[in-house]
Nanobody, 124 residues
């Protein structure tokens, strides 16, 4: 079974940084695309970044591009999201997710395996 566990969330001041981790198990790491989503209360789930580990392909939503960086460590079966220049609008529960895809990661509607989420709160 695919299991994903997020960690690294917390409370930070605007302008600060956090690094989220997504520890994966139960599947061949390079055969899956992994993405970060976020959801604020009462708002739609938003896919913000993804990575295809096999080829190193990455993608960022406009809302986070230039501020967030996604990267992976295949030896640890872990994907990270480095978040810099945080703003209050980044406040949300952040989830990692996975779907089986060798090359692509940008089909945000296709993700079907989910972690439990980690809360990120950015104060103004």
């Amino acid at each position: 079974e695919v299991q994903l566990v997020e960690s690294g969330g917390g409370l930070v001041q605007a302008g600060g940084s956090l690094r989220l981790s997504c520890a994966a198990s139960g599947f061949t790491f390079d055969d899956y695309a992994i993405a970060w989503f976020r959801q604020a209360p009462g708002k739609e789930r938003e896919g913000i970044s993804c990575i295809s580990s096999r080829i190193g392909l990455t993608h960022y939503a406009a809302s986070v591009k230039g501020r967030f960086t996604i990267y992976s460590d295949s030896a640890k079966n872990t994907v990270y999201l480095q978040m810099n220049s945080l703003i209050p609008e980044d406040t949300a529960v952040y989830y990692c997710a996975a779907y089986r895809s060798t090359y692509y990661c940008t089909g945000y509607g296709l993700y079907d395996n989910w972690g439990q989420g980690t809360q990120v709160t950015v104060s103004s």
